[in-house]
C-alpha cells in the first residue's frame, strides 16, 4: 500500500507529488480523455462531450480551473485538458459552420490574386443582381470587410491571394482565402 505522503502514479497519467491521483480520480480521468478523442458523447449531437461543457460552463460563470475541479471531483490538469480540447472543438464547429455557410450562398465568387480591392464590389454586385439579390451594403462598406475579415491577404490595393467571398440571402458578408487548386 502506498504511503499518504507518496504520490500514487498509474500508467499514462502524470500526478503532482502534492495531490495523488486516487483510483477513482484516475478512472475518471482516463474514461474522460477515451471519450475526448472520439470527440463527443455516444448518441450525443454535439462536438463535446458533457464533461466539456460543464468545464465550459463553469468557466465562463468566471471559475478558475481548480475550482472546477473541485466541483467535478477531479484535477485542474484534467481540466485544462478538457477545457483545451473543448475550446478546438468548438474552433472546430465555428469553421464547419462557415464553410457550409459559404457552400450555401446563393452569391459566391472567387476573386483571382492581383485584383485591385476596389474592383471587387462591382464584381459582387453584378453576381447580386444575376441571382436577384438587392445588397443594402455599399462599395465602401464591401472594401472595408474585406479589409477586415482578410487584412493578410491584401497588401495596399491589391489581393495577394485568391479570395472566395460568398454573400448569404441575408446579407451575410463572408470573406476567406481561396483552397489551393
Same mark, same amino acid.
Not at 475526448?36 to 468566471?62: C, F, I, M, N, Y
Not at 485584383?115 to 444575376?130: M, R
Given at each position: 500500500?502506498? !504511503?499518504?505522503?507518496?504520490?500514487?502514479?498509474?500508467?499514462?497519467?502524470?500526478?503532482?507529488?502534492? =495531490?495523488?491521483?486516487?483510483?477513482?480520480?484516475? *478512472?475518471?480521468? %482516463?474514461?474522460?480523455?477515451?471519450?475526448?478523442?472520439?470527440?463527443?458523447?455516444?448518441?450525443?449531437?454535439? $462536438?463535446?462531450? !458533457?464533461?466539456?461543457?460543464?468545464?465550459?460552463?463553469?468557466?465562463?460563470?468566471?471559475?478558475?480551473?481548480?475550482?472546477?475541479?473541485? #466541483?467535478?471531483?477531479?484535477?485542474?490538469?484534467?481540466?485544462? #485538458?478538457?477545457?483545451?480540447?473543448?475550446?478546438?472543438?468548438?474552433?472546430?464547429? =465555428?469553421?464547419?459552420?462557415?464553410?457550409?455557410?459559404?457552400?450555401?450562398?446563393?452569391?459566391? $465568387?472567387?476573386?483571382?490574386?492581383?485584383?485591385? %480591392?476596389?474592383?471587387?464590389?462591382?464584381?459582387?454586385?453584378?453576381?447580386? !443582381?444575376?441571382?436577384?439579390?438587392?445588397?443594402?451594403?455599399?462599395?465602401?462598406?464591401?472594401? %472595408?470587410?474585406?479589409?477586415?475579415?482578410?487584412?493578410?491577404?491584401? =497588401?495596399?490595393?491589391?489581393?495577394?491571394? !485568391? $479570395?472566395? #467571398?460568398?454573400?448569404?440571402?441575408?446579407?451575410? *458578408?463572408?470573406?476567406?482565402?481561396?483552397?489551393?487548386?
Amino acid at each position: 500500500m502506498a !504511503d499518504e505522503r507518496s504520490p500514487l502514479i498509474f500508467p499514462g497519467i502524470f500526478s503532482s507529488p502534492l =495531490r495523488p491521483l486516487r483510483p477513482i480520480q484516475y *478512472f475518471k480521468t %482516463v474514461t474522460d480523455e477515451m471519450r475526448d478523442k472520439d470527440g463527443g458523447d455516444e448518441g450525443s449531437p454535439s $462536438l463535446l462531450t !458533457d464533461r466539456q461543457a460543464a468545464v465550459l460552463r463553469l468557466r465562463q460563470r468566471g471559475m478558475s480551473q481548480q475550482e472546477v475541479a473541485e #466541483i467535478l471531483g477531479t484535477t485542474r490538469s484534467n481540466v485544462s #485538458i478538457l477545457e483545451k480540447r473543448a475550446l478546438q472543438n468548438v474552433a472546430r464547429a =465555428r469553421a464547419t459552420l462557415r464553410e457550409w455557410t459559404m457552400i450555401q450562398a446563393p452569391i459566391s $465568387l472567387t476573386v483571382p490574386a492581383g485584383t485591385d %480591392v476596389f474592383g471587387v464590389p462591382a464584381l459582387i454586385f453584378s453576381e447580386a !443582381d444575376k441571382a436577384g439579390i438587392k445588397l443594402e451594403i455599399g462599395s465602401l462598406d464591401i472594401v %472595408v470587410q474585406i479589409r477586415n475579415k482578410a487584412p493578410e491577404i491584401l =497588401r495596399k490595393r491589391r489581393i495577394l491571394r !485568391d $479570395l472566395e #467571398i460568398a454573400v448569404t440571402e441575408d446579407g451575410q *458578408f463572408l470573406v476567406q482565402e481561396a483552397a489551393p487548386k
